[in-house]
């Protein structure tokens, strides 16, 4: 164990096993998520090594063996794909595999929107893998909208048949995981044609290979659409369907019927597939920017540079610049862990409420669930970039660990809905309650009280360690934003705007107070549900030094804001700034602990920088005398680099 980790271990003034506990759940969650990683960690088929070592085919290839392995491990230990417990695994992978669709889409879309007739045909064919699915909605010309989707499945009533069609090349499937070469079965998304009328998008299962050979079937293109960001493993796939007849029985009927047609109830359950991965990913936001903070704050630790007084090199965890850098991304990555407990909570209640047949609620969790899942995305991708960068040099070598899971995050602020149009999703919700608060659901209660001006009653720094007046100050800035956009939007409308034309207008001024409005929704939900939480008075004192600074560093981030609402004046902004020196100083003592709490095995980080025993040097070396140049001492292209040598200028 590298010394200066040990000795800030030491120095810490809560108990890490207590957190740990805290943040699983439990300590039976915290025992159960660590026996089901050692389930992975010891299978060198999850190894990761030589990662960049291999090419894309040897990638994809390693990724079906990883898939081989983990469906293997599940039959043994009898865990099925809806469970926790898979949920578990699979981030303990932390890549997405091929058949990852299959698993948190396909059947999801199946359980969701099937009669119990088409689930008892489909579900068992699934969960047993005697098929492989994907969800091809995205298509090569339209992602985000929906109802533009050009694939077309009509009704041929004489053969009780759907025809399947790719009428354009945009309207070519593109983007699905898994579509190149994996999946056998896709749900399809199409629009409904039947007796000449269109009925707009439903889900449709169309089988696409060969179930004998895993030959693409007649009228079926398919293929990889080619390397991306991230997401190596993954073959994420282009389908084109050449009028591909399937039977009538494979238009998925919970809720619309196809022949003499029968609308849903509300056309957009047929979206609820992507609601409920909205849903997870504001807690992956988290999962994947406390890996990031643990590599950052472990390997501040460790690295020492320069002086702060002559002859000293202190770790430059010591440098407030880095403590201000990094301190916040704990704070945020605790603060979206709370965030993404309320999501699950809120999506099982509705969930419940769908399947006794009651949809009213759907439209809400849509608002909320698109929104958070646009603010945690894009903050976590952000912050994940903040901790690579305060690790200088080694920050950018594939050694650090952040290249690994940060390529597959950057897609969050695009797949599973872009951002900035989920953005708007929810503020069109945010809107609508603003205009009838009555019908503000809790998170948007604050709606519901008359407009009055505040004066923020801060006069010492003191002051600003209230979660009380800290909510208040975010709640009257959302406020500020929200009225005085609804105002301009009225204005626009009054002077002969259409809505339409006039939301667009306004769409920044939306966009800035939906996303004032998500953060307060942050930060109330994280006071409030440390609030609720037992814990140890150490623990306590450490948990409400962390929220609060997520707190004041979010009004200095946005400090504009704060003061044109009139709630806070300059002065109280510098209180803020006081504030947030004086919780890094007293943060700092307990950087190490709090990420130890994360609890993340070396085996999940893979990071020469932040390992438990911080022994980064050693591990560095070590790595890179994997590169393969470094498998002879003179590379084999020497002849080249001979000829520029000997050439004359
Ligand atoms: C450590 C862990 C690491 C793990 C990291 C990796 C994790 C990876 C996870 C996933 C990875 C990859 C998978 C990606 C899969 C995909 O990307 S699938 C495709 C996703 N595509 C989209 O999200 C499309 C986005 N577009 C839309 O949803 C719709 O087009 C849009 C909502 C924008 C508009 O739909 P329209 O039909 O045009 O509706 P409008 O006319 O705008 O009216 C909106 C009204 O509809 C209600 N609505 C909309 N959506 C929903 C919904 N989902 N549920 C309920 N209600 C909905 C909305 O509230 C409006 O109602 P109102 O009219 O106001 O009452
Ligand atoms: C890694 C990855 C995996 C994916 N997996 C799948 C999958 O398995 N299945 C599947 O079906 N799809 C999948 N997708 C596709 C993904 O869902 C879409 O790319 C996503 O929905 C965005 O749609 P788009 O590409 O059409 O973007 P666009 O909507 O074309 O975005 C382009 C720009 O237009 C702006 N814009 C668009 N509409 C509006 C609006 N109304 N108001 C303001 N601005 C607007 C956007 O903000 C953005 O800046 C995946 C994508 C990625 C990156």
């Not at 934003?481 to 105002?487: D, E, H, M, Q």
């Not at 030094?545 to 979010?554: I, M, T």
């Not at 004086?582 to 994360?598: G, P, T, W, Y």
Request: aromatic share 12%.
């Amino acid at each position: 164990m590298d010394a200066p980790l040990l000795k800030e271990r030491e120095r810490a003034t809560f108990n890490v096993t207590e957190l740990i506990h805290l943040l699983n759940g439990s300590e039976e969650e915290t025992k159960r998520r660590k026996e089901l990683e050692s389930w992975l960690y010891n299978n060198p088929v999850f190894r990761q090594d030589d990662r960049y070592q291999i090419s894309r085919e040897e990638v994809y290839e390693r990724g079906l063996q990883k898939t081989r392995e983990l469906v293997n491990l599940c039959r043994r230990k009898n865990i099925k794909f809806d469970s926790l417990d898979f949920a578990r695994l699979n981030i303990s992978t932390l890549e997405e595999l091929p058949f990852f669709l299959h698993v948190i889409m396909f059947i999801p879309t199946i359980r969701g929107q099937g009669t119990e007739e088409q689930k008892r045909k489909w579900l068992p064919l699934a969960e047993d893998l005697k098929i492989l699915g994907t969800y091809a909605q995205t298509e090569l010309g339209h992602g985000t909208f929906l109802r533009g989707l050009e694939t077309k499945a009509t009704y041929d009533v004489s053969s009780r048949e759907f025809i399947v069609n790719s009428p354009t090349i945009t309207s070519m499937k593109w983007w699905p995981g898994g579509l190149g070469k994996t999946c056998n079965y896709a749900v399809i998304a199409a629009q409904l044609y039947t007796k000449g009328k269109c009925y707009g998008i439903h889900m449709f299962i169309v089988q696409l290979r060969s179930l004998e050979d895993h030959k693409p079937l007649p009228g079926v293109t398919i293929g990889d659409i080619g390397n991306k960001y991230g997401f190596h493993t993954v073959d994420n796939g282009f389908l084109r369907l050449d009028n591909v007849r399937i039977p009538y029985e494979n238009m998925l009927m919970r809720y619309a019927k196809a022949c003499d047609y029968i609308p849903p109830v509300n056309p957009k359950i047929n979206y609820g597939t992507m609601t409920s991965i909205r849903v997870d990913l504001v807690k992956d936001a988290s999962v994947i920017l406390a890996a990031a903070s643990t590599i950052a704050i472990r390997y501040s630790a460790v690295r020492h540079q320069t002086e702060i007084r002559p002859g000293e090199e202190p770790p430059v965890l010591d440098y407030i610049t880095q403590q201000f850098k990094l301190f916040p991304q704990i704070a945020t990555a605790i603060a979206f862990h709370f965030a993404g407990d309320y999501m699950h909570r809120i999506y099982d209640k509705v969930q419940s409420e769908i399947f006794d047949g009651h949809l009213s609620a759907i439209t809400e969790l849509h608002g909320i669930s698109a929104g958070l899942k646009a603010f945690t995305t894009d903050t976590s991708i952000a912050g994940v970039e903040i901790c690579r960068r305060a690790c200088g040099g080694h920050g950018y070598s594939n050694a650090s660990g952040f290249q690994r899971f940060y390529e597959n995050w950057l897609g969050s602020a695009t797949y599973e809905g872009e951002n900035t149009v989920m953005y708007l999703q929810a503020a069109r919700y945010l809107f609508k309650c603003y205009d009838n608060p009555k019908e503000a659901p809790e998170t948007m209660s604050y709606l519901r009280y008359p407009q009055n001006k505040m004066e923020w009653n801060v006069k010492s720094a003191d002051d600003v360690s209230n979660y009380a007046t800290l909510i208040t100050a975010f709640e009257q800035r959302a406020l500020s934003k929200i009225s005085s956009t609804a105002k301009k939007l009225k204005n626009l409308t009054h002077y002969g705007m259409n809505r339409n034309d006039a939301w667009n207008a306004a769409s920044v001024d939306i966009l800035h107070s939906i996303k004032a409005h998500c953060h307060y929704f942050i930060v109330k939900n994280y006071m409030q549900s440390l609030n609720h939480l037992k814990m140890s008075s150490p623990l306590r004192q450490v948990m409400t030094a962390v929220a609060l600074l997520y707190a004041n560093y979010g009004i200095d981030e946005h400090a504009g804001d704060f003061l044109e609402s009139g709630f806070m004046n300059g002065k109280q902004i510098n209180l803020v700034r006081a504030k947030i020196l004086q919780l890094l100083k007293e943060i700092r003592v307990n950087a190490v602990a709090i990420v130890d709490s994360f609890d993340f095995d070396d085996r999940f980080l893979r990071s020469a920088l932040g390992a438990y025993d911080g022994n980064v040097y050693n591990r560095l070396f070590k790595w890179a005398k994997l590169s393969p140049l470094n498998k002879t001492e003179v590379h084999s292209s020497y002849k080249y680099l001979r000829r520029i040598l000997q050439s004359k200028l």
